[in-house]
């Protein structure tokens, strides 16, 4: 989910926004190994009488996916320290599902496991990537502890997929939703790739590849199945392990493909797409364009690690990437202001998810939390099924939406991005509601 021109549309009526407030958080520093946490603690002038309740925080922190971990658990803290429900003292419990500078679907689990033992623990914003969703949603489902992740897109998680009912994460409460998410789904961001693929870079001819894990296959499937909608031709599929650092094998056997006119990897930067382009670069390839899901949308060049920076000044011409979600939101310019006065740096592609993830929490905390009063165990049931009812909707910075029964957003709209020379940064070329105008 890229953020660049977000923006903070005005809150629910009930939530009280101040710059320095009662909630008592303070922004979220980085962890220092997995599974690590950190608590904002409530300042000496917390008000007399608050309760105090906690809202966790569950992403890849350290190593390679840090580009987009620490800038989304930024968004929450960012979000704490402007929004106050009366009668709470809010602080963060902040966990770092990264295992050796990879996100780690069993550290993830053990960490929703610690957060729902905290009964203080009312909300998870997290995680942000599909396969650890796969080991926390059976956690946070049996402890009735609802999760938002601001980035998870594989459809299965949710809905059926490849034949998997999403009952089968939920093995405690079948029925029960304790996990639902602001981006929309892999379904259409890979309709959105292959889009790019067919109408903006005019390819006819693609060769489609992935990490071979949840995201990323589940991303180029779809892909190539719409690609060839269009009228496309997959060359050659393949799927490369995440483990892999050379790639010069399958690049060299690119160049016996004929009529070869885009590149499709499906896949997290830290599976190593981003050398994958450089290596393409160095073998005289970097006129072929290359398509990435917003696994790989990272940050600018000078982001350390990021997609663009790992793949280098050639490597960067002709890259178009997907964003699964809305770009297009009313006053852009507050959410960047805000951000930047708190971390001294400009947002990153996921922040204002973390925010909107948070603001409903908030909005839900407030309309159970006065009846509930201090009863922990009844506010996170009572979270848990306030969010899980899809009658209602919430005022976030990414606009007004809902979730629906199984725990979707309302937001269809997939972004799209291509590489700016001037800026050495993603630059954001246009739009798809699909809703409004699905894929034929």
């Not at 549309?9 to 520093?29: D, E, F, K, Q, Y």
């Not at 409530?42 to 890849?60: D, F, R, W, Y």
Request: glycine letters at 10%.
């Amino acid at each position: 989910m890229r953020l660049r021109n977000l923006s903070v549309l005005a809150t629910a009526a009930l939530l009280v926004a101040s710059a320095c407030n009662s909630s008592g958080a303070t922004p979220a520093p980085a962890t220092t190994g997995p599974g690590a946490s950190t608590v904002a603690s409530a300042p000496a002038s917390a008000p007399a009488g608050n309760v105090a309740v906690k809202i966790g925080i569950e992403l890849p922190l350290t190593g390679g996916e840090a580009p987009n971990g620490q800038p989304t658990a930024n968004g929450v803290a960012l979000a704490i320290s402007k929004l106050t429900v009366p009668g709470f003292t809010i602080t963060i419990e902040q966990k770092d599902d990264a295992l050796n500078g990879h996100h780690d679907p069993p550290t993830g689990a053990a960490n929703v496991t610690a957060l729902a033992n905290d009964p203080a623990v009312l909300f998870v914003v997290g995680p942000y990537n599909s396969n650890v969703a796969q080991a926390e949603i059976p956690v946070s489902n049996a402890a009735g502890l609802m999760q938002c992740s601001p980035a998870n897109t594989n459809p299965g998680l949710t809905k059926t997929w490849g034949g998997v009912d999403p009952k089968t994460l939920r093995p405690t409460h079948p029925d029960q939703i304790a996990y639902v998410r602001v981006a929309t789904t892999d379904d259409l961001q890979g309709a959105g790739g292959a889009d790019i693929a067919y109408n903006v870079a005019h390819a006819k001819n693609a060769y489609v590849v992935d990490d071979t894990e949840t995201y990323g296959k589940g991303l180029a499937d779809v892909f190539a199945t719409d690609f060839a909608k269009l009228g496309g031709t997959v060359l050659k599929r393949d799927g490369i392990p995440t483990s892999t650092t050379d790639f010069t094998s399958y690049i060299t056997a690119l160049k016996g493909l004929t009529g070869l006119d885009y590149v499709y990897y499906g896949g997290v930067t830290t599976s190593g797409i981003g050398v994958f382009r450089s290596q393409m670069a160095a073998q005289s390839m970097a006129s072929i364009p290359f398509g990435v899901g917003d696994g790989a949308v990272d940050g600018s060049a000078a982001t350390a690690s990021s997609f663009l920076n790992l793949a280098g000044a050639d490597g960067d011409a002709n890259t178009y990437g997907t964003v699964a979600a809305t770009h297009d939101i009313p006053n852009p310019a507050q959410f960047t202001t805000d951000y930047k006065a708190m971390f001294n740096t400009e947002p990153g592609s996921y922040s204002a998810a973390g925010y909107g993830c948070t603001q409903v929490f908030l909005q839900a905390l407030q309309a159970v939390g006065p009846a509930d009063g201090s009863d922990l165990v009844k506010l996170r049931a009572d979270i848990r099924a306030y969010v899980a009812d899809s009658s209602h909707s919430y005022d976030t910075a990414l606009g007004t939406f809902s979730f629906d029964a199984a725990g979707d957003t309302s937001q269809h709209i997939i972004s799209y991005y291509g590489f700016d020379a001037g800026t050495k940064d993603w630059k954001f070329l246009q739009q798809r509601d699909f809703t409004a105008n699905p894929m034929q």
